[in-house]
C-alpha cells in the first residue's frame, strides 16, 4: 500500500475524515466538543509542524482529554502529522491510532493518554523542564475537560503553575458541564484564584477561540475554558 500524506486539508474537510473511522467505542461526542479547539491550535497558534517533531524550540500539545481522540487523529492527518490512510483502521488490534493517543505509535502525540487527569500535571512538569533548560520560546498547551478537574491531582497543578509564574503554559478547558463537583463563581473562577490568567468562551467559534488563545498573560499561565454543548449521556 502506499502510504500518503494530504497537507492542502482545511476544517470543511475534518468531518469526512473523522468519517473514516468507524467501529466501537467511538466517543463521538467527546471528539467532537473538541474539534473547533483543536483545530485553530493547529492551523494557527501551535508552532510545531510535521518536520519539527524533534526540534527542542517546538511547542508541546499534550491532549489529556485522549478518550474519543477521532478528532485529534483528523487534525493531525490534515495537518500531515499522519497518514489518512491510517484513519480507517482507528481502533483495531494492528492500527497505531488507538482508543487513547499512544506517544511511540502517533507522530506528534507528545503523551499517552489513559486514565484522565493527568495531562494538565504533566505540562507543568513540562514547562518546569522547559524552564530549568533555558528554553524560552517554547510553548506547552494541554487540552483536559471539565470532568478532569474533579480530579485532585489538577487542584494541585493548578495551585502550583500560579504562584510559580509558568507563563508559557496553557491549559483548554472543553467544558460540556459533565464535571460532578461544582465551583463556585465557575471554572476560570477557580484558575484565577491561584493566579492564572482566565478567558471563558464560545468553544465552536474560531475567531473568538483564536483571540482567547493568543491573548497576553504576561508572568502568568493563561487558561481558555470553552464551553460546547451539554453532555447528555
Same mark, same amino acid.
Given at each position: 500500500m502506499t502510504i500518503t500524506t494530504e497537507h492542502d486539508q482545511g476544517h470543511r474537510d475534518l468531518p469526512r475524515l473523522m468519517g473514516l473511522m468507524t467501529g466501537d467505542e467511538k466517543h463521538g461526542p467527546a471528539a467532537t466538543s473538541t474539534l473547533d479547539a483543536l483545530w485553530v491550535?493547529?492551523?494557527?497558534?501551535?508552532?510545531?509542524t510535521p518536520g519539527r517533531l524533534d526540534d527542542p524550540g517546538r /511547542? *508541546?500539545? $499534550?491532549?489529556?482529554?485522549?478518550?474519543g481522540p477521532m478528532a485529534y487523529y483528523a487534525v493531525l492527518a490534515a495537518k500531515g502529522f499522519l497518514p489518512v490512510e491510517w484513519l480507517p483502521g482507528f481502533g483495531s488490534y494492528d492500527s497505531p491510532l488507538g482508543h487513547?493517543? /499512544? *506517544?511511540? $505509535?502517533?507522530?506528534?502525540a507528545e503523551i499517552g493518554s489513559g486514565s484522565l487527569g493527568h495531562g494538565l500535571p504533566i505540562a507543568v512538569g513540562t514547562a518546569l523542564g522547559l524552564r530549568a533548560q533555558g528554553l524560552d520560546e517554547p510553548r506547552v498547551w494541554v487540552l483536559t475537560g471539565d470532568a478532569e478537574l474533579d480530579e485532585?491531582?489538577?487542584?494541585?497543578?493548578?495551585?502550583?503553575?500560579g504562584p510559580a509564574g509558568l507563563d508559557r503554559l496553557h491549559t483548554v478547558v472543553i467544558d460540556n458541564s459533565s464535571a460532578s463537583h461544582a465551583r463556585p463563581g465557575g471554572i476560570a473562577a477557580r484558575f484565577e484564584a491561584a493566579g492564572w490568567s482566565a478567558l471563558t468562551v464560545d468553544g465552536h467559534d474560531h475567531e473568538t477561540l483564536y483571540a482567547a488563545f493568543t491573548a497576553s498573560h504576561p508572568g502568568r499561565p493563561h487558561v481558555v475554558v470553552a464551553r460546547v454543548e451539554p453532555k447528555t449521556a
Open positions: 491550535l493547529y492551523d494557527r497558534v501551535l508552532r510545531v /511547542d *508541546r500539545f $499534550l491532549l489529556s482529554k485522549g478518550h487513547h493517543p /499512544d *506517544r511511540v $505509535l502517533v507522530p506528534g485532585g491531582s489538577n487542584h494541585e497543578a493548578i495551585a502550583y503553575a
